[in-house]
């Protein structure tokens, strides 16, 4: 099936999400077709 647009805009997980008590990790291709991680923590995120 061919992606549409939108869909090639956003990153796609490459790793499962690390999830700790205050913070979670997500690890990404982003659509350039390089690798970044990105940390969501709860203080930042409320």
């Known amino acids: 099936a061919q992606k549409t647009d939108d869909e090639k805009k956003w990153p796609r997980l490459v790793r499962p999400t690390l999830v700790r008590s205050r913070h ?3 690890r990404m ?4 077709g ?5 940390i969501f923590s ?3 995120h409320e």
Do not use: D, T
């Open 42 to 44: 709860v203080g930042k």
């Open 34 to 38: 390089k690798l970044m991680e990105v």
């Open 29 to 32: 291709c982003i659509p350039s």
């Open 24 to 26: 979670a990790i997500c």
